[in-house]
């Protein structure tokens, strides 16, 4: 599934974010950007130990921040690690957290002049953000930088699960619904 905004493409992509072709992957980091489990694991492992020493050297990233190192054996330029925020019911400041994570995304590599960049979806595992509302979270920041200038001209959300395919499906119709009646 795909969205042109702005002449710029938005698309979903069931599967593995370590095998895609992207100037940039986000990984779905923790603060001390000290390696985990699920897409942090996954690229960890599939990228080379070139990216952990990065992070040691970077010595960590605030949480609705993020920042790049190398990446390694992967296909991707380098490796935005994003930190998305723990989800502790909606009053402490989640939503505009998971925005910002998503927005200085594209900032680091808007600022490194890269034309693709692909996304997992953020906090929506061990750090338990509820799939719809972040879909959203994600598809309206994304959609938003792409109206603007910036190098990047394709973003992909590359998911691991048809659950998280069908919410960001859902977001992207939805969002794509409300720009058409807007213009009407």
Known sequence: MQALIS????????GDI????????????NSGLRGGGGV?????????PEIMRECRRLG???TGSACATTAGRLKAR????????????????????LESAYRR????????SLASI?????????YRYPLEDAARIA????????????????????????????????????HAGQKDSQNE
């Open 7 to 14: 002449g710029k493409t938005l698309e979903l992509v069931l």
């Open 18 to 29: 370590t095998t895609q072709e992207a100037d940039a992957i986000v990984n779905a980091a």
């Open 40 to 48: 942090d694991g996954a690229i960890h492992r599939a990228g080379g």
């Open 60 to 62: 960590g990233c605030p």
């Open 78 to 97: 380098i490796v935005i690690h994003a930190v998305g925020p723990i989800w502790s019911g909606g009053g402490a400041g989640e939503a505009a957290l």
């Open 105 to 112: 995304s594209l900032e680091v590599a808007a600022g490194k």
């Open 118 to 126: 692909a996304f997992p979806s953020l906090s929506t595992g061990a």
């Open 139 to 174: 598809v309206v920041t994304v959609a938003s930088h792409l109206k603007g200038e910036t190098s990047i001209n394709k973003v992909s959300f590359v998911l691991f699960s048809d659950s998280a395919f069908a919410a960001f499906s859902h977001a992207l119709s939805r």
